[in-house]
């Protein structure tokens, strides 16, 4: 519950700091936040401090995600953007399902230690791809079609 409250703040805060900073890059800057989040989720702390990280880093985790949702006007014209935000949404769910799935195997094969790394990684690995948006909208806007790659690996990442 609590990390979802976080998540509930971290909407209404990341979509103030997109409309002034931009989507690709509120969004970049809240997955490697994410992914400090989750390391210090790694760390024995106080009961207290872990509940107030687990709300931290609720506000960048989810936030990130739906930032790159807003981001797909930047990557697709009008006409590819029902497609590339179902690629967008599509990829996310994926991993939405494949993270935890990741972190069972994980557990059950008494790796669970790496279990708040793998979410850092995934965190770092969303904060590079989102942040490369920029080049494949440079790319892309040429007279050939934007490429869906960018956008929607990004999204299965949180």
């Known amino acids: 519950m609590v990390i979802n409250a976080g998540g509930i703040v971290g909407l209404l805060i990341a979509?103030?700091?997109?409309?002034?900073?931009?989507?690709?890059?509120?969004?970049?800057?809240?997955?490697?936040?994410?992914a400090a989040g989750a390391l210090l989720l790694k760390s024995q702390l106080p009961l207290?401090?872990?509940?107030?990280?687990?709300?931290?880093?609720?506000?960048?985790l989810f936030s990130a995600q739906v930032m790159v949702y807003a981001a797909t006007n930047t990557v697709y014209r009008d006409s590819?953007?029902?497609?590339?935000?179902?690629?967008?949404?599509?990829i996310g769910r994926t991993g939405a399902v494949v993270g935890p799935w990741l972190i069972g195997v994980l557990a059950t094969n008494g790796n669970q230690s790496w279990g708040f790394t793998t979410f850092?990684?995934?965190?770092?690995?969303?904060?590079?791809?989102?942040?490369?948006v920029p080049l494949a909208r440079?790319?892309?806007?040429?007279d050939a079609p934007a490429a869906p790659a960018p956008v929607a690996a990004t999204a299965g990442l949180s």
Not at 48 to 60: E, L, P, Q, R
Not at 138 to 142: D, K, L, N, P, T
Request: charged share 15%; no cysteine.
């Open 15 to 34: 979509g103030r700091a997109a409309d002034r900073f931009g989507a690709v890059r509120v969004s970049a800057i809240w997955f490697v936040l994410t």
């Open 48 to 60: 207290g401090v872990t509940y107030a990280v687990v709300a931290v880093t609720g506000v960048f």
């Open 80 to 90: 590819e953007r029902a497609a590339g935000l179902g690629w967008v949404t599509g």
């Open 120 to 132: 850092a990684l995934a965190g770092l690995v969303g904060a590079v791809a989102i942040a490369v």
């Open 138 to 142: 440079r790319i892309g806007r040429s």
